[in-house]
């Protein structure tokens, strides 16, 4: 026997009055929509896709009022939804590794073992206070000064405007030096 799904507007005001339940007619019927949008942009991270898929239903619940069913329907948001979480959550998880992988370049030098270890600590401890400037920021620095993107690059690919990322540089970089200042002065 087939489940009887409630319109959208039926949908809304179960989930209003009942969340249990109408929640897990919406999971029902959208659970496959949502992982097939997230599983096409976060491709082999299963545990981020799931993280992903909660997220999403979770956003819905917590946004219901925003949902406006003169301008589309649930299917229509959750789906606005999901590519808006994907995306976001594959930037996040890009720029992290980005910032890992340079953790092992940077520290690879051929100087003696003492100049190495102070080296490395200099440089773990710089990137520790790029990590805590936060997205987009650390983000921007590491393009920027680690891979020597041009700022038009980074732009792009963060969706910013140019003279926006030129600015956030400035910005973190005062940030940076006043945290960093006399720490490594010799």
Do not use: W
């Not at 949908?11 to 959208?30: F, P, V």
């Not at 949902?67 to 999901?82: C, P």
């Not at 976001?88 to 030098?109: G, H, M, P, Q, Y």
């Not at 590491?142 to 690059?153: A, C, E, H």
Request: proline share 2%; with cysteine; hydrophobic share 35%.
């Amino acid at each position: 026997m087939r489940k009887v799904i409630p319109d959208d507007r039926k949908l809304l005001e179960l989930i209003r009055h009942d969340a249990d339940k109408g929640l897990k007619i919406l999971m029902d019927q959208y659970t496959g929509l949502i992982y097939h949008i997230v599983r096409g942009k976060l491709e082999g991270k299963n545990q981020d896709i799931e993280e992903c898929v909660a997220d999403v239903f979770t956003e819905f619940y917590y946004g219901i009022d925003k949902v406006d069913l003169d301008r589309g329907s649930i299917k229509a948001y959750l789906a606005v939804v999901a590519a808006r979480r994907s995306v976001d959550r594959f930037r996040k998880l890009s720029a992290n590794e980005e910032i890992e992988e340079i953790e092992e370049t940077v520290t690879d030098t051929s100087d003696s073992p003492e100049q190495k270890i102070i080296k490395d600590e200099e440089s773990r401890s710089i990137l520790e206070e790029i990590k805590k400037l936060g997205e987009p920021d650390s983000v921007i620095l590491y393009r920027r000064y680690f891979l020597s993107q041009p700022v038009k690059d980074i732009a792009e690919s963060l969706e910013m405007k140019s003279n926006s990322v030129t600015k956030r540089i400035e910005r973190a970089l005062k940030v940076l030096k006043n945290r960093l200042e006399g720490k490594y002065e010799r």
